[in-house]
């Protein structure tokens, strides 16, 4: 029977079917390990005496709550310090490999999975962190899951796993006539169409001619978006794009066991015919760069719009009427205001949406010989350190410092503000991450979500602007 | 992890739709090292004002629906990110059942591994439990798949294996690892797709 990109990988992983029950066993190719989800984790295999089954399979690093400010300084948090000291002592005690605070490797862990080579095609991939999603863009089964699930998969590399509807999305067209917008804009327009819960007890395979024009690094803005439609997983078959990205990577295979790989690898696409669950279509010729006005990544409009009334946004439905009447009063906007005559206070360029290098670059062209506006703190958080090293390499550190950017080193930083990068009550943030969530960023701070260019443009003029203008 | 028994109680109408797991928990909170003392934070944002005094008009601040142990909620809840201290502030905060129309996939499992249960049912009847239902005793049957409220009953639909480690309290875990030779089996066959990382000198 012909099969999707989502059944063969399933396939390929059952361990072991229970038939009374929906639960298959699944084996874990992968384990990303941070400080936050883990430490109970670690905790109940100490208690119940038990080992880590497979630490050769497992990668740590810490991201979430470390400092971006000078790393040879201790970290003044102490709580902070703890989790992170935590998960030092727990690699050691289990042998796990972890790329600490001050190693050359450390970044977002979905940031440095896929730039180590550690994330590979038509692999099982899990983390305690719901973007894990990110690594679906190589064609890998990749979700997040909760701290007893990291145990689970700890002591025993494998998952009790439902299997999960089949949701198609075709994306049409291209991006003509639109200079500036970007992979972001299209996720956050997807995710505006299909709802926050629109991919529930789904993956998501994107495909058409969008997605096979897209670099590795756009794919995987889109496939970490998955999780904000609700969606278990993305997917993206693998192709030419993600077998050159992966060869030379630090960790990827090499040589013979490389090409032996590329064999396995050119099979995993969907079959003709396959049977979908869901089939989504969407034409992105002409698309608007998008900005989110509410606290959910469903409110979402053009930039060239205003900011609609709840009924328009709820389209009949009480329950998103509420939502969005409740929105607007926590981001301080009213119907009918033009989204690009919002003034903002903060940027954020950063996250595992939007800090690899392409990310990066694109932002570093809209602010290149201009000055950070007046009224605005902006700061640009590099995904990891191998991103920072080659944006610094390509001189983007003083193109955003001389226009009044702070530089940073690498972590989580304000997307979730688990640590000092966090937004005031009250301020409003052009940011590039992936959730805008009340005090997300920070108790009372406002979230908007726009893609890099549109973020860095927004710093420049102090408010939104549609960059398809400004470049 | 403890054996779920049949409860009764009446519910917290909590009417908020889309509730992501940052309100649920803050991250502010997810620092801590254990499991429990989440409770004293849960839905901090909202159950507490800028000064840190309760806030009036929560619910979970109203003296009517203290000690409740049946959340009622609406679509879409547990949404966002994977953090199961969600889990562990409703279970701490005394919550053992949370009904509602759809949950979030990472948020429901999540529950399961801390024996608290989720029901999904019909909008219509979780509609008519938030306008008038909110002052009756909830009679919860897991081994029946019953929720009954008076003379009326509304079955709920659960997974037989979710329902089993509920009932025994089942440690997943020990489960797992008596599947040893399956997984052994597994990885000896296996051409892993792929090989396995070496690992990264440090
Ligand atoms: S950057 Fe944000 S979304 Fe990504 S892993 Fe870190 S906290 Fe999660």
Known sequence: ?471 | MEPFRNLISKIVPLDIANIDTDQIIPKQFLKLLGKTGYGEYLFFNWRYDDHGIPTKNFVLNLSEFKGRQILLTRENFGIGSSREHAVWALKDYGFKVIIGVSFADIFYNNCFKNGVLVIRLDKNIIEDFFSSKTDEEFEIDLSHQQIRINSSSYSFEIDPTLKDSLENGTDEISKTLQLESQIKKYEDKKNLTIPPGTPPIL
Not at chain 1, 54 to 77: E, K, Q, W, Y
Not at chain 1, 174 to 193: E, H, T
């Open chain 1, 1 to 471: 029977m012909a099969q999707t990109l989502y059944d063969k990988i399933w396939d390929n992983h059952v361990v072991y079917s229970d038939d009374s029950s929906d639960l298959s066993l699944l084996y874990i190719d992968r384990h990303y390990v941070h400080e936050v989800t883990s430490p109970q984790a670690f905790d109940g295999l100490r208690i119940n005496r038990r080992r880590v089954r497979r630490p050769d399979l497992t990668f740590a690093t810490v991201d979430h709550n470390v400092p971006t400010t000078d790393r040879s300084l201790p970290i003044i948090d102490q709580i902070s310090s703890l989790q992170i000291k935590a998960l030092e002592n727990n690699c050691k005690e289990f042998g796990i490999p972890l790329f600490d605070i001050h190693n050359k490797y450390q970044g977002i862990v979905h940031v440095i999975g896929p730039e180590l080579g550690l994330t590979l095609p038509g692999s099982t991939i899990v983390c305690g962190d719901s973007h894990t999603s990110t690594h679906g863009a190589f064609g890998s089964l990749a979700f997040g899951i909760g701290t007893s699930e990291v145990e689970h998969v700890l002591a025993t590399q494998c998952l009790w796993l439902k299997k999960s509807k089949n949701f198609e999305i075709i994306l049409h067209g291209g991006l003509k006539n639109n200079n500036g917008v970007s992979s972001k804009d299209v996720i956050l327009n997807i995710i505006r169409k299909i709802g926050t819960s629109g991919g529930s007890g789904s993956v998501i395979e994107y495909k058409g001619d969008y997605i096979s024009s897209l670099s590795m690094e756009k794919r995987m803005t889109i496939c970490n978006m998955s999780i904000e439609g609700g969606a278990r997983a993305g997917l993206v078959a693998p192709d030419n794009t993600t077998f050159e990205y992966l060869r030379d990577k630090v960790f990827s295979p090499k040589n013979e066991s490389f090409e032996q790989l590329l064999d396995d690898w050119k099979d995993l696409r969907s079959d003709h015919g396959a049977k979908y669950d869901r089939t989504f279509s969407i034409n992105i010729d002409n698309l608007a760069p998008q900005v989110t006005w509410g606290t959910n990544p469903a409110m979402t409009v053009d930039v060239d719009a205003v900011i609609p009334s709840p009924d328009e946004y709820a389209k009949g439905n009480d329950e998103e009427k509420k939502s969005a009447i409740k929105a607007l009063k926590y981001m301080d906007l009213k119907p009918g205001i033009q989204i690009t005559d919002i003034p903002i206070d903060r940027v954020f360029i950063g996250s595992c949406t939007n800090a690899r290098l392409e990310d990066l670059i694109e932002a570093s062209e809209a602010v290149k010989g201009k000055k950070v506006s007046s009224n605005v703190k902006a700061m640009v958080v590099p995904g990891s350190q191998q991103v920072k090293l080659a944006a610094e390499h390509l001189g983007l550190d003083e193109i955003f410092i001389n226009a009044g950017f702070e530089w940073r080193e690498p972590g989580c930083s304000m997307c979730l503000g688990m640590n000092p990068d966090i937004l005031k009550a009250g301020e409003r943030c052009a940011s590039t991450s992936n959730r805008n969530f009340e005090g997300r960023q920070g108790t009372g701070g406002r979230t908007h979500l726009v893609s890099p260019i549109m973020a860095a443009a927004a710093a420049i003029a102090g408010k939104f602007v549609d960059v398809r203008e400004w470049i």
